[in-house]
């Protein structure tokens, strides 16, 4: 099995139907893992994987993500369209840059605050987002999308230079 494959770096497990993520957790070595268009519901084994920079499980069943803020390293995280309703306490000092969970049923972006190195965070059609003042004290953000949401007020996030997409009924 991949447990074996300990020096591997880079795994795609994309499509394949999968409900569970078996021996990954031995893939101390990976910094890039998709996981796309599976069944999964937790990807809590990706809790060992410390070298992950890389993560995209889009298109699955997750209910959370929340092993994600154990993930120091983790630069860029995908998981538009699966059910998450809650987003993670990352620490400061965390590696994010780029947060993409659209499509899911947040509710508040709360938990990104502060985030030093966040630059793009993508949450259109979460609908119950209503505010995107959290993000104001992300000192490198550039770009926010709540498109679809209930956010109406992006003022705070404009006056300091970053670019927002959202939709102003």
Excluded: W
Aim: aromatic share 8%; with cysteine; charged share 20%.
């Amino acid at each position: 099995g991949v447990e074996h494959m300990t020096a591997l770096t880079t795994l795609d497990v994309s499509s394949n139907a999968l409900r569970a993520l078996e021996g990954v957790q031995e893939l101390k070595n990976l910094t890039r893992f998709v996981a796309q268009y599976n069944e999964l519901l937790d990807v809590n084994v990706l809790t060992t994987c410390q070298k992950l920079e890389y993560l995209d499980v889009s298109y699955n069943t997750l209910l959370n993500v929340d092993v994600t803020a154990s993930l120091s390293s983790l630069r860029e995280l995908y998981f538009g369209h699966n059910e998450v309703t809650k987003l993670p306490k990352y620490k400061t000092g965390c590696a994010l840059e780029l947060i993409s969970g659209e499509h899911n049923q947040l509710t508040s972006l709360g938990n990104l605050a502060g985030l030093e190195h966040l630059k793009f965070v993508y949450m259109d059609y979460n609908t119950g987002i209503t505010s995107v003042n959290a993000l104001v004290n992300c000192p490198v953000l550039e770009e926010v999308y709540v498109y679809g949401t209930k956010v109406k007020s992006v003022s705070a996030l404009t006056e300091k230079g970053v670019y927002v997409v959202y939709s102003p009924a």
